[in-house]
């Protein structure tokens, strides 16, 4: 048993969508989140900016003596998981292992579509991952940079949600996926668009989801999971004003964010 928390690290506020399945699969656990949220976007930034941006959020959670840290970003776990893991002597979990298995266990036809930031398309970290698991797969990867402004403008269920998802999904819709990932936190809030669009015909898989559940796995294994069976408490922490953080982030969670302090990260 351990009664540290876990750190959850995000470039600003979709990894809540994380927090909230981890929260609810392992309700005892304390969590330390930090969102990196004066420097979002990840996803159109350079590896090397994305690891160092990475490398100081993390000297940041290690100063909250946390006992694993799962890194909710998928342009994070896809450009910089491997330089993490070799900096610091701590369990890291990432979402694009569990996102992948997920897809590569519900596929019926082998075709899976990956969407994400052009950064996590690019690297072709989930595409890698599925082939390898699955080596006679379709996989088609597409970056949809649209739909992180619109979740965070609350647009997710509008006109304008509707029509962005139906010309990113029109090329996975023509090779006849049958699932698809949600390669990027803030994409489970669009799901019931994207599944309007895709006629509900296609699998959503949500890293998210899936990651939570090998966060139990791991902790569990390691003999690291929380003597406490809920009411686990949450600590935020950003790198902007915590207002916009503590308003849409309200709205994901769908509860209140009262613990939130402000964080200079550049001196990390
Ligand atoms: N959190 C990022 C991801 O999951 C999306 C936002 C960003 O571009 O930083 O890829």
């Not at 609810?24 to 004066?38: K, S």
């Not at 269920?157 to 029109?170: G, I, P, Q």
Request: hydrophobic share 40%.
């Amino acid at each position: 048993m351990d009664d540290r928390p876990i750190g959850v690290f995000d470039s600003g506020i979709g990894g809540l969508t994380v927090l909230k399945e981890i929260t609810e699969q392992l309700p005892g656990e304390d969590i330390v989140y930090f969102g990196d949220t004066a420097r979002i976007p990840y996803g159109t930034r350079s590896k090397e900016t994305v690891i160092k941006y990475v490398l100081q959020s993390f000297r940041f959670l290690m100063t909250k003596d946390i006992k694993a840290i799962v890194i909710a970003c998928n342009t994070a776990s896809a450009l910089a998981m491997e330089e993490a893991q070799k900096e610091f002597d701590i369990p890291i979990i990432g979402v694009i292992e569990p996102g992948a298995k997920a897809a590569v266990s519900m596929t019926r036809n082998s075709k899976i579509g990956v969407i994400g930031t052009e950064g996590t398309i690019n690297s072709q970290s989930y595409q890698r991952k599925i082939r390898k698991m699955l080596p006679s797969g379709e996989i088609i990867g597409v970056a949809c940079p649209l739909f992180v402004p619109i979740v965070e403008e609350g647009w997710e269920n509008s006109d304008v949600a509707y029509m962005t998802a139906k010309k990113y999904l029109l090329e996975l819709k023509e090779h006849n996926i049958d699932s698809l990932v949600l390669g990027c936190t803030h994409y489970p809030v669009l799901r019931y668009t994207i599944d309007k669009v895709l006629e509900g015909k296609v699998t959503l898989v949500n890293p998210a989801y899936e990651t939570a559940k090998a966060v139990k796995a791991l902790l569990k294994e390691n003999n690291l999971l929380s003597s406490k069976l809920d009411g686990g408490v949450q600590r935020f922490y950003v790198s902007d004003d915590p207002e916009k953080f503590k308003r849409i982030g309200g709205n994901i969670l769908r509860t209140e964010i009262v613990s939130i302090e402000k964080v200079d990260i550049e001196k990390m």
